[in-house]
């Protein structure tokens, strides 16, 4: 009886991990619209990495496509989002940072450290800091002074109509 349980969990197991991003639409559609104000209706999930683990810690970044310029109008009416450039915290934590003094970043990236986020070069960006010490109106630098993260990165690609969110939790 143990053998037949091991054998079930041993083929269940590809099966749950091969649908964590598989029901992730409506799951992350609700996230998604809940912390960027973004109505994703009509527009379609093109990939998923998360390697978020049991205690909540990890990466995800989860790009949606669309099929016109609905979701830029919303973006340009929120106040939140920004006009790209991304400014330097944005910066290090997508694509890193470099200088005399070194280097830092980038933080969300996949398991062999390469960006998840691709250049964007025409669009907005929005910054969540979602960490318990954070304070309205903190400078954002700050952000990467902390030991641990807990944000939010949205970039919207208004020439493809992408729009790229990703999580980093620590």
């Given at each position: 009886?143990?053998?037949?349980?091991?054998?079930?969990?041993?083929?269940?197991?590809?099966?749950?991990?091969?649908?964590?991003?598989?029901?992730?639409?409506?799951?992350?559609?609700?996230?998604?619209?809940r912390?960027?104000?973004?109505?994703?209706?009509?527009?379609?999930?093109?990939?998923?990495?998360?390697?978020?683990?049991?205690n909540?810690?990890?990466?995800?970044?989860?790009?949606?496509?669309?099929?016109?310029?609905?979701?830029?109008?919303?973006?340009?009416?929120?106040?939140?989002?920004?006009?790209?450039?991304?400014?330097?915290?944005?910066?290090?934590?997508?694509?890193?940072?470099?200088?005399?003094?070194?280097?830092?970043?980038?933080y969300?990236?996949?398991?062999?450290?390469?960006?998840?986020?691709?250049?964007?070069e025409?669009?907005?960006?929005?910054?969540l800091?979602?960490?318990?010490?954070?304070?309205?109106?903190e400078?954002?630098?700050?952000?990467?002074?902390?030991?641990?993260?807990?944000?939010?990165?949205?970039?919207?690609?208004?020439?493809?109509?992408?729009?790229?969110?990703?999580?980093?939790?620590?």
């Amino acid at each position: 009886m143990k053998l037949l349980y091991g054998v079930i969990s041993l083929l269940l197991t590809p099966l749950y991990l091969l649908t964590a991003c598989w029901s992730a639409p409506q799951d992350s559609r609700g996230e998604i619209a809940r912390q960027t104000g973004l109505d994703l209706s009509g527009g379609e999930e093109i990939s998923c990495y998360d390697t978020h683990s049991g205690n909540g810690d990890g990466i995800s970044c989860i790009v949606w496509q669309f099929p016109d310029d609905r979701v830029l109008e919303q973006v340009e009416q929120d106040a939140r989002w920004e006009p790209l450039p991304l400014d330097e915290t944005e910066q290090t934590l997508a694509y890193g940072i470099s200088g005399d003094w070194g280097s830092m970043g980038p933080y969300l990236t996949d398991e062999e450290g390469k960006a998840l986020l691709p250049q964007v070069e025409e669009g907005y960006s929005l910054l969540l800091d979602r960490h318990q010490e954070a304070k309205e109106g903190e400078d954002r630098a700050q952000i990467l002074e902390r030991y641990s993260f807990n944000l939010t990165l949205a970039l919207y690609d208004s020439g493809t109509n992408t729009l790229y969110f990703c999580e980093l939790d620590t």
